[in-house]
């Protein structure tokens, strides 16, 4: 069981409080373990997600904050944080889940160019493939060009964010896994299961093979 959160809004507790209650509706196993990413910081934790810490430190709270979360059942319950998104390298944060093709091609193009690993998830890959492409790239630019690698994978669903572009989420899905969004009152929501959200008949399924870049509240791209 994995499934994706990101939201897009003004006010950075809405964002955690929307990412937050989105993942803990969309799992009810007590074996899980959850991440977030606001303004490039990480923080994840097992169990089911409950009220976030208001000591919490996600940086700046003022101005358009994007944030991003996911949440799976554990392989490992006494286990690291491996398994889990999100990814940060370089402000740029990614979830994904999928079975990507590519990985091993990814990984080993990067590694060459001297990029080092913590885990064996894709995400952090992916975070990293952003990063590199950033170099001669804008953001959007970049994660699409990421994004294109993965001709011959045939599921997955994926969000990014950078810091150095708080209005924008990038998303991606194909084959299985669903993605749905909505855009409401200068707020954006994207989930993986709209179907327990409130207020679900609000979100529009994204098609499957769709890019889409949401910037400053409005869908911008679609491919």
């Known amino acids: 069981m994995h499934h994706l959160s990101g939201c897009v809004s ?11 209650d989105s993942l803990q509706v969309m799992s009810s196993n007590t074996h899980s373990e959850y991440g977030i990413a606001i303004n490039g910081r990480i923080y994840k934790h097992k169990g089911i997600p409950h009220t976030p810490d208001p000591n919490l430190d996600f940086g700046k709270t003022g101005g358009i904050v994007a944030g991003i979360g996911h949440i799976h059942s554990l392989t490992n319950p006494e286990g690291k944080y491996y398994n889990v998104g999100p990814y940060t390298t370089n402000g740029v944060s990614v979830v994904a889940v999928g079975h990507f093709g590519q990985y091993i091609e990814m990984k080993t193009e990067l590694e060459k160019q001297n990029y080092t690993f913590s885990s064996n998830n894709f995400a952090e ?3 990293a493939m952003i990063v590199h492409n950033k170099r001669r790239k804008d953001f959007s630019e970049a994660t699409i060009l990421a994004m294109r690698k ?4 045939h599921t997955y669903a994926i969000m990014v964010t950078d810091i150095a572009n708080p209005d924008q989420l990038i998303v991606a899905r194909k084959g299985n896994y669903k993605l749905s969004y909505a855009i409401i009152d200068e707020s954006v929501y994207v989930v993986t299961d709209v179907e327990s959200i409130v207020l679900s008949e609000k979100f529009t399924h994204l098609n499957d093979g769709s890019i889409i870049i949401f910037k ?8």
């Open 125 to 127: 890959v992916f975070t």
């Open 150 to 153: 993965l001709y011959s994978t």
């Open 10 to 20: 003004w006010d950075a507790a809405h964002v955690v409080d929307f990412i937050y």
């Open 216 to 223: 400053n509240f409005s869908l911008v791209v679609k491919t």
